[in-house]
Every structure is written in C-alpha cells, then in structure tokens.
C-alpha cells in the first residue's frame, strides 16, 4: 500500500521508513526495541532527540529583547549579546526583534509588526515615563495604576515568549542564529502555541515529528512492537492508509499484529484533531475589548472626558487603551490553549486506556471514520488488546510512556502558562489590597478594571487547573485497572492445570509480572517524578481549591480594607483623602 509520504521539519535529524525498517527488523518484540540507544550504537545514538529541559540562560536573554523598546533597545542588547554582527542579524530577524528583510517573513508579517507591535512596545514605555516623570499638576490627572496594569499585559506576554524560548531545543537555538532555508517562519509558527500546537494538523508533519521526539527522548521503537488482535481487526486496520512512518504492517510484525506506532499514531492524530472551541475564541475576542473599555467607560460615566481633557491625559489614555486591547489578547489565548491541549492529552490517554477495557475502542473513533448504521445499532467493530498477552502488556506500557512525553515542550509550556496567568491575577488582588489599605490616590475606574481581569484570568485558570486535574487523576483510575487485571490473572493461575494448561499459564504468569511493573511505573513516572503541574505542584482538587480560597480571600480582605479606610470618591470618580 502507498502510505502518505512525510516532510519532517527538525534540526537533529530527519526520520525515514527506510531507516526504520533497516534498524527494527532485528529487535521486533523484544526488549531491545525499548532500548534504542544501544541497539543502534552510540555514534547513530547522538543523532537521537534528548529529553526536553528548560533553559534559564535563553528565557532571561529572551526576556531581556522582549522587554526593552524594539527597534530602539532590543537591536543594541542583541549586538552586545550573540557572538557576531551576522548572527546577531539572524536573531533580530528570526525573532522579529527588527524586521525588514522579506527573506525571513512575508511582507504581510513585517507591516504587522511595523503598524501595531513596535508602536505598542514604544508608546507603553514612554506613557509610564510620561506619568511618573510629569510635573504634579498633570500627573494629578492620570491615574497609574492603569499604565502599570496595561504594563503588566504586556510584562506577561513578554514573560510568556520567553519561556518558549526557554524550552527550545539547544539545536533549534542554534539555528536561529543562520540565514533562511536553516530556520525559516514556517519552523517558528510550528514552535508557536498559538500557531502549531493551536492545530498541529494544519501544519504537515508537525504530529509525526513530534511523535518521533518523544519515542527519542523514551529510548523507544515503537515500530519495533506490535499488537497481538483478533484476524479481522488485525486486516481492518493493516489496511488502513497513513504516514509511511507509522504504518500498521512492518517486514517484521505478522498478519495478526498490528504495529504499536501505527496505533500510537492514529490515536494522537484524533487527539489532536479537535478544533479550537468556538466559545474560546468568542472570549478572547470580546474580553479585551472589556478590559481596554472599562477604564474610559468609567470615567465617560462620571462625567470626565473618556480618554482625558488634556493633551497628555488623551495621550497616556489612548495607549492603556490600545495595549490592554492588543496585549491582553494573546495572554488569554495562551491560558485557552492550555486549557484545551489538556483536554486533547485527557482524550489521547483515555482512548489508549479504553483499548486495552473490553470491548476495546470504537475503531470509527481510532481512525477517524463515519461510524454509520452499524454503529447506531451497537455493531460497530471495537478494537481491543488483550493485556493477558505479555507482548501486548509490553507495547501499551511503551505506548503509554511515549503518549505521555507527546509534543513534550509544548505541554511543559503550557504548564507554566498557567502558573504565569495565576501570577498576575495575584499581583493584581496585591495591588488592590496596597490601593485599599494604603489608601492610595486612584480613579474608580481602576477598581473596575482590576476586579475585570482577576475575575476574567481566574475564569480561564479555574478551566485550565480544572482539564490538568482530569488529565493527572486518569493515573489513578488506569491503576485501577491495571490492578484489577492482576487479581484477574491471579485467580484464572489458580483454576489452571499444569498438565494441559501449560503455555497459557506461562504466558499469565509473564503478563501479571509485567503489569505489575506497568502498575509501578505510572505511580513513579506519573505521581511522583513527572506529574502534571500547576504552581509547581501536582494538578489536584487541592491546588484548585487552594487557588480559588487565595482569590477569593484576597477580594475580602480588599472590600474589608476599602470599609475599614472609609474610602469615598467625589463626583468625577477620583479617590478623596
């Protein structure tokens, strides 16, 4: 069968089925296939893809171009920092820290970052010198701390794409620094959240790159172990079309067998083919126009100018205005996209997990077909792998490790997302306790806005902490299967003769061995060393019920503070002393 042929797009190296085949042939089913590394050598071994790891070094020297004036400041820290002129001209154009060469990006992206970004960066910067150095009489007018809250959008932004950068590969790093065809933008949108991994099917071999990453990092050849299935649905699925990578049908697997790579495969591609919600997108195209609209709203309310009466006010207006607008943007699409690549990773290991529970998984939602009538009427073929095979026990487990390192450094990210959105509502409950309890001069419009964004960040938190917690808890319930198929196994020994039950009880007897070591793994790896987090710890109903109780106690100590001061505004809306 002609399978569809794959484009890869990493640095280290470019995964092919001829050399798949070439290694795994030898190793099929056996434990070498879970040590790659040593199988191919350790020249061959270097060109495999490391485990994923944060780099401090690359998120504070992001942060530092990210923070200073672009076009101004940035370009001037990029010449001090990369080693030449010419790598230094790379960066500034991969990382559109100045763009203007057409060789790097469309003349599309480079009008955008011209007409709206660079403006932005500028006008933010020399709006919070304008209110802190203004003469008394001016600065009386302009409320702080909205420039500082609208600074702050854009402080979590900047923190945001730093921390992409931090968890790049050393090697893609490295190519930021050489000229176009070595790094181009179609290879940063695959990189970016918000474009790749937003809907990493609308980028090819985006999925299959990812997924040859993860097995890298694991050791693991997942084409190097197969499924031991029913005949008929062994034929249904080795005659299904996909990436040559993955196929279901190796020289190496049997006409019963059925490659756990291609199984791997199929289930990440369902995963990872649910779109964007609607509803995500309706909220992060109608909250920013909230938040930049409260602070006018509420001074046109009280009588004043909406955007101020004098030319500085109207100009430091404009610019909370337009940063709030276009800043708060990707800050909410961020903590949405979080949100939603955990509900995609609770589906991929959910539906690994329904494989191996009779009756097995719907093939319709394995491949992606129509299910139809037979479907209606409960006949639809179920794909299921027996666990009381070792071999089978032996690929799950593998698949399970690689399913859950998929897209690695784009799941780490999405963690720390969370934990960044949570940071900022907390500062901003900070900042309203030091207005309430200091007594602080401020307008009202800024309560309002304050309130706006802790109640809007904590909504799409809550979401986020809300999916992670799914994802981590599916741990616990596998166990639980996977215990339970132990005890199973145990009692079906125990009924078992020796005499004519020999090859069977061996093969129970390596199976319940195996699952207890499976049992044991997913505790280690998926409850101690490598769980999913938030705020640093382990995604449960505690850390959210802790997050919602620090809030929510942060806003009464913020109304108690407000009464206990007395705090009065007069007819415009500004605080009395």
Known sequence: MEHHAHSSSLTRRRPSRKEDEARLTAIHNSYAAARLRRVIGAEQSSQLHEPVTFSWQQFWVTLLYEMLPQVICAPAAVLLIEPSLREAWHVLQHRALLAVSTRYRPRSSILLFWLMFYPLNLLIHLALLVTFLAPSELSTLIDPFQVLLAYGFMVVRNIIVAVKYGYLRPEDVARLRCPPPDWDEDRSDRRLIFGGWRAPGSFPGLIEDELTCAMDENDIALQGMSFDMDPTTSALLRDHQTSELFTATTPSNGEQQVSAGFI???????????????????????????????????RWHYGLGAFGETGIETFVSIVVFLVCLF????????????????????????????????????????????????????????????????????????????????????????????????????????????????????????????????????????????????????????????????????????????????ERIRELRHSKSLLREVDEMIHFQEEIYKP??????????????????????????????SGGANIVYDAFGWFLR
């Open 264 to 298: 791997a495969h199929q289930l990440t591609h369902r995963a990872y083919s649910v779109p964007f919600p609607k509803r995500y997108m309706r909220i992060t195209m109608t909250m920013p126009f909230v938040l930049a609209g409260l602070p006018p709203l509420a």
């Open 532 to 561: 999913t987090r938030v705020l640093g710890q382990a995604a449960t109903q505690n850390v959210m019920n802790s997050t919602l109780g620090v809030l929510i106690a942060g806003l009464i100590f913020a109304i108690e503070g």
């Open 327 to 502: 800043s708060s943007v990707p800050v909410f699409v961020f903590g949405l996209i979080s949100a939603h690549d955990f509900n995609r990773r609770t589906r991929l290991i959910d539906s690994l997990c329904r494989l191996v529970r009779y009756p097995g998984l719907p093939l319709s939602r394995l491949l992606g077909l129509n299910a139809g009538p037979a479907a209606q009427q409960g006949k639809e073929t179920h794909v299921f792998i027996d666990l009381e095979r070792a071999s089978n026990v032996f690929a799950w487990i593998n698949c399970r490790k690689t399913l859950r390192s998929f897209g690695e450094g784009y799941y780490q990210r999405t963690q720390v997302y969370t934990s960044i959105l949570l940071g900022y509502a907390f500062l901003c409950i900070l900042l309203l306790n030091v207005i309430m309890w200091g007594q602080l001069p401020h307008h009202i419009g800024t309560i309002y806005l304050i309130s706006a964004i802790v109640v809007t960040i904590a909504s799409i938190s809550m979401a986020s902490i809300t999916k992670a917690t799914r994802l981590q808890g599916l741990s616990r319930q596998h166990r639980d299967l996977i215990k339970a198929q132990v005890f199973l196994q145990e009692k079906a020994l125990l009924e078992l003769t020796e005499e004519s039950d020999a």
